[in-house]
């Protein structure tokens, strides 16, 4: 694993490196393998990234667009991160519809959108059952309890290790989540982190010695590159 890590000055420049960071690897991708795939995460950090993708001149039927987590929600709701995706995003540009490919969340119940989300991913990388897929970027944030995706402290989506895909579980409220070995089986992962009040969790994540079921970001070692993008505020303390 090749694990770089950078603190901006604030978010706008954080924005901007993500942006630099993407279109290197989208540039890459498209000369070497004819297409560029991309998992994206929700929150409002990534979302002006996704308004200054949407500005671009891009290639964009080769660009497949995929989900790392997702609410068990219509994608009509304001808390579904395909709908922040598509306003910011996707609704903006001239992407083939099928090359967007989000979480079917209509489904009878959330472990049947989870397998059918997981029979998609394998169809469209033609991957056998024991194979994860490799994914160009699989952008991250990580929230102050330290998860990623909708991998949360201490819950049983961390002990999935045989699977593309699983139900996450927020206070109840079941998510859609990549598993944390699909994620690591990507060429690139980029987390984006902003805010003062994700330090102590850096700090943690970052230790030489904590517990990944407490601090599930820990859990991201990908084979590819491993990318922390911080701003200041959330960076601080690391800049020494």
Do not use: C
Request: proline share 9%; hydrophobic share 40%; net charge negative.
């Amino acid at each position: 694993m090749n694990k770089t890590v950078e603190v901006l000055p604030d978010q706008p420049a954080l924005v901007a490196r993500a942006l630099e960071l993407i279109l290197s690897k989208l540039e890459t991708a498209i000369e070497q393998r004819g297409q560029f795939t991309i998992a994206l995460s929700g929150g409002s950090t990534p979302k002006p990234l996704y308004e200054a993708i949407a500005t671009q001149k891009l290639p964009w039927d080769k660009i497949h667009i995929f989900w790392g987590d997702e609410r068990y929600v219509p994608p009509d709701r304001p808390d579904s991160n395909e709908l922040m995706a598509r306003r910011a995003w996707l609704d903006r540009v001239d992407i083939p519809a099928a090359n967007i490919h989000p979480v079917p969340t209509l489904e009878a119940n959330p472990e049947l959108a989870a397998a059918k989300y997981e029979q998609h991913l394998k169809e469209f990388f033609h991957s056998s059952g024991v194979e994860f897929p490799p994914l160009d970027v699989v952008l991250l944030g990580m929230g102050d309890d330290a998860h990623t995706a909708s991998l949360f402290p201490h819950t049983e989506a961390l002990k999935v290790r045989d699977r593309l895909v699983t139900v996450g579980n927020k206070d109840g409220n079941p998510r859609i989540s990549f598993t944390y070995p699909f994620i690591n089986s990507a060429r690139s992962v980029i987390f984006l982190v902003a805010g003062a009040n994700k330090r102590p969790a850096l700090a943690q994540v970052f230790a030489p010695v904590a517990d990944d079921f407490t601090y599930p970001s820990r859990l991201i070692q990908p084979q590819g590159e491993l990318w922390w993008l911080l701003d200041g505020a959330a960076g601080l303390e690391l800049q020494h």
